[in-house]
């Protein structure tokens, strides 16, 4: 089992930034893969960012150059650091962990959620 909780989220002005955190406990080794994901209301969970263990990312094509994703091994944290943050990045961000081998992007991939964090941007 892995356990993941999220943080960092909160209410920004458009183009400002946050960071989101994901602190990893449990099983955190086998955890290869960690992505972070986004679900505006009434819209499905789409992804936002991915990496692995030799910190090769993915990234949603809207979020390039906007989105960083980096994980710290040593506290067993993942980041996403969110600059020039639009309304339209507003919704609930959720960490997820893969056990696979291949870095994906595919949410049904993901064997380990978090409970999600609020990320809210004012126009």
């Known amino acids: 089992q892995v356990q993941l909780v999220e943080s960092g989220g909160g209410l920004v002005q458009t183009g400002g930034s946050l960071r989101l955190s994901c602190a990893a406990s449990?099983?955190?080794?086998?955890?290869?893969?960690m992505g972070w994901f986004r679900q505006a209301p009434g819209q499905e969970r789409e992804f936002v960012a991915a990496i692995n263990r030799n910190r090769i990312t993915r990234y949603a094509d809207s979020m390039k150059g906007r989105f960083t994703i980096s994980r710290d091994p040593a506290k067993n944290t993942v980041y996403l650091q969110m600059n020039g943050l639009k309304p339209e990045d507003t919704a609930v961000y959720y960490c997820a962990a893969d056990l696979g081998v291949v870095l994906t992007t595919l949410e049904r991939e993901y064997e380990y959620w978090g409970q999600g964090t609020q990320v809210t941007v004012s126009s």
């Open positions: 449990g099983r955190t080794f086998s955890a290869n893969n």
